[in-house]
Nanobody, 124 residues
Framework: QVQLVESGGGLVQAGGSLRLSCLAS????????MGWFRQAPGKEREFVAL????????YYADSVKGRFTISRDNAKNTVYLQMNSLKPEDTAVYYC?????????????????WGQGTQVTVSS
């Protein structure tokens, strides 16, 4: 089972960019679907983006489509989330997650491994 550590969060003005990284331990990283989720105060954890284990196909929440890009570098055991044109409503703790069953899922309950989260704050 992998362990996940996120980094790259911070404070940015609206319209700015950030790149989040998620470093996975273990040699089985390539076998996992990898997702990014976020949780704002008082709200449910919500799906942001997913990248498949085998063909790098990616999927996005409608709220971030066209602004965020998920990618992975299997040689570095790392998945990235490039966030552009950030908005105040993007403010949340962002979590990286791994799905060993590779279900192509946007449901947080299908992910069995989570990082500790990284805070992203977008000021207006």
């Amino acid at each position: 089972q992998v362990q996940l550590v996120e980094s790259g969060g911070g404070l940015v003005q609206a319209g700015g960019s950030l790149r989040l990284s998620c470093l996975a331990s273990g040699r089985t990283f390539i076998w996992y679907d990898m997702g990014w989720f976020r949780q704002a105060p008082g709200k449910e954890r919500e799906f942001v983006a997913l990248i498949r284990w085998n063909d790098d196909n990616s999927y996005y929440a409608d709220s971030v489509k066209g602004r965020f890009t998920i990618s992975r570098d299997n040689a570095k055991n790392t998945v990235y989330l490039q966030m552009n044109s950030l908005k105040p409503e993007d403010t949340a703790v962002y979590y990286c997650a791994a799905d060993a069953a590779r279900r192509r899922s946007a449901s947080a309950g299908d992910y069995n491994t989570w990082g500790q989260g990284t805070q992203v704050t977008v000021s207006s």
